[in-house]
């Protein structure tokens, strides 16, 4: 369970019946408690607490590399950092949340990437490709410890599933990637405009099917995994080419009210309210 991994300051784990001390919460350099983000992120106030925060995402995205995610401490972590341990949690509240911070970046990375790749293409089944292999790129080098990343965030309960509440901010870019995917294309304008506004949501499930996939993919340079994007990719895009036609309007519309009542009401859709800075 996720909340197994968390460690007091002084290096011990986090029980039940541990309480984290206010000094270990409060902003480092104020002493002010620290206003956090969803998902016990820490947010940044400015320029210098963001190239902080990045400092230690960084630090444990390559000592989970190194070292595994299991083994690697949040007491590690900040002396590798070379911040104080009250520093990284101010930051991030407990180890798991890192994965959080890995979720924000990979998909701010992924979206940056994939944008530049399909800017010269308007073919709605070019661009998906573009787009789901743009993150396959940019997932590589963390595929080696990806399984205990799913493990955490497997949990239907936990703030870390890429389904909750708490994950909607890096859910909400990757979305709107593959807004801009569809509406970038030459297929956009032929399709029901009710369709368009819900496909940017299913198509981040298929990419969703994509990670799990690869996150068990032990291919060289994960090969299954792209050849299952290569063969998937042009049959999506055909059924949603198809779904212009009158003929299977009738089908459109009964696959649109599986979406809306079975399927998008188990995403999170908006973030958790924020506390308000003191």
Known sequence: MPGNDRERPDGGPVGSGDVESASDRNDPGTGVPAAEL?????????????ATRALILETAMRMFQERGYEK???????????????????????????????????????????????????????????????????????????????????????????FSNESHPARATAVELFREVLQGSELAPKLDAELVELLPDVLWLHLMVVVLYWVFDRTEDTERTREFVR????????????????????????????????????????????????
């Open 72 to 162: 690697t401490t949040m007491r590690a972590i900040a002396a590798e950092a070379g911040v104080s341990v009250g520093n990284a949690y101010y930051y991030f509240s407990a180890k798991e949340f890192l994965i959080q911070g890995f979720y924000d970046r990979m998909t701010y990375d992924h979206a940056a990437d994939a944008r530049k790749r399909m800017a010269n293409t308007r073919d709605f089944a070019t661009r998906l490709e573009i787009a789901l292999n743009s993150w396959l790129d940019t997932a590589a080098p963390y595929h080696e410890f990806s399984a205990q990343f799913f493990r955490t965030a497997a949990d239907p309960t936990s703030s870390l599933s890429p």
């Open 231 to 278: 063969r998937s990719t042009p049959m999506a895009a055909r059924v949603i080419n198809l779904s212009r036609y009158r003929i299977f309007r009738p089908i459109v519309r009964d696959a649109k009210g599986l979406i809306q009542d079975f399927i998008l009401p188990t995403i999170g859709k908006t973030a958790v309210k924020q506390p308000p800075a003191e």
């Open 38 to 50: 969803a998902g016990g992120r820490a947010q940044p106030k400015t320029d210098k607490s963001e």
